[in-house]
């Protein structure tokens, strides 16, 4: 079909990608033609007999399109890393440009990249977005003036959060007590339907997330990074509105099979009220991720304190701490996550109720 002048095609499962790929992709033989036409026909050092057929304007065409093509592949290859098991990926977000949307001028439209490096500085993903936004909040954001091109190792998002946080005090944030254990009502499942479609969208496409002719249902699994992300989406209501989070560190312990319903337990490590805006906390906390069980079970029990201390706990460790104190949890813990947050302290005795509730930013 590539003969026929068609760079690309539709498909309906990822397995069909490598065929795609390789169906798109010209040749070596291509390439070498492609390269003769085009040189030949530049520096007129050659004439068309040498090329056993007729060189016209047509060919030229093909021959340049297939360089682009080639050009534009090594490109992709060159500045995009494919993820492989095991590797840890950090995202960075950054945005680009603020246009005016429609004539009636009270949109803005917000152009931001995202992009994924791996633990070797690679890019494995970029994407580049464009979201509506009311003017007058577009009209805050500040373009950097020139685009930095090494990695940056600070986030920028969490700096901007402390310097503007200037709401003193937040009637909706709950009081949280370090070295307590809260059980979160809000669980999640993965439907097989969203559980693949995820799977793809992150590019974790081991045949055990899609491949349903190889794998029974049973067989199927939902993503590590998936299940990480929900452990953490669960807690949400019951910490307040945090402003800024961050993985510490996280591991999958046990399978989680797609349908599986996943709760959360979370342990707060430490609250510690920053020295930069005193109205920030910063709070450190480690969540499990616990399947098939309603959580509120724990309340009723005293679950050992050693499931959330450990600094260098492997799955085995969990494993082994579960079946000799705990059976309840034993290969029922699918994931942990330490992680930290930034949020509005909780109002006090001391703080006069301001008019409005919601945080504000400068």
Not at 91 to 109: L, M
Not at 223 to 237: F, M, R, S
Request: charged content about 25%; some cysteine.
């Amino acid at each position: 079909m590539s003969t026929f002048s068609h760079t690309g095609m539709i498909i309906v499962h990822p397995l069909l990608v490598p065929f795609v790929n390789q169906l798109y992709t010209p040749t070596r033989q291509e390439i070498e033609w492609a390269e003769q036409v085009t040189a030949g026909v530049r520096v007129y050092q050659r004439t068309p007999q040498e090329y056993r057929e007729f060189i016209g304007p047509p060919h030229l065409n093909g021959a340049t399109h297939i360089l682009e093509t080639h050009r534009k592949i090594q490109a992709l290859e060159s500045s995009l890393r494919p993820i492989t098991e095991g590797e840890t990926v950090r995202a960075y977000f950054s945005i680009d440009s603020v246009e005016d949307a429609g004539r009636s001028g009270k949109y803005s439209v917000v152009t931001s990249s995202q992009i994924l490096v791996n633990q070797r500085d690679e890019v494995v993903f970029r994407a580049t977005k464009q979201t509506m936004y009311p003017k007058l909040a577009a009209a805050k954001l500040e373009l950097p003036k020139k685009r930095k091109s090494e990695i940056p190792t600070v986030s920028e998002l969490r700096r901007r959060v402390v310097q503007n946080a200037t709401f003193c005090g937040n009637a909706s944030s709950p009081p949280l007590v370090p070295n307590q254990l809260y059980v979160h009502r809000m669980v999640k499942v993965f439907t097989p339907t969203e559980a693949k479609g995820l799977a793809t969208l992150i590019r974790a496409t081991n045949q055990h997330h899609l491949n349903v002719k190889k794998f029974n249902t049973e067989d199927l699994v939902a993503a590590g990074p998936l299940v990480e992300a929900a452990t953490v989406h669960n807690v949400a209501d019951d910490f307040g509105d945090i402003l800024y989070q961050e993985v510490v560190k996280s591991s999958n312990v046990n399978r989680t099979n797609q349908e599986d319903m996943i709760g959360s337990v979370s342990y707060i490590h430490s609250i510690q009220q920053l020295a930069e805006n005193p109205d920030l906390e910063e709070v450190t906390v480690r969540t499990l991720g616990i399947k098939n069980l309603d959580v509120e079970e724990l309340l009723e029990r005293e679950v050992p304190v050693r499931l959330f201390s450990g600094t260098r706990m492997k799955t085995s460790d969990y494993e082994e701490i579960c079946r000799e104190d705990f059976p309840l949890l034993y290969r029922r813990i699918v994931t942990q996550v330490l992680w930290k947050f930034l949020r509005l302290r909780p109002l006090s005795s001391s703080d006069e109720v301001p008019a409005e509730i919601q945080p504000k930013f400068s």
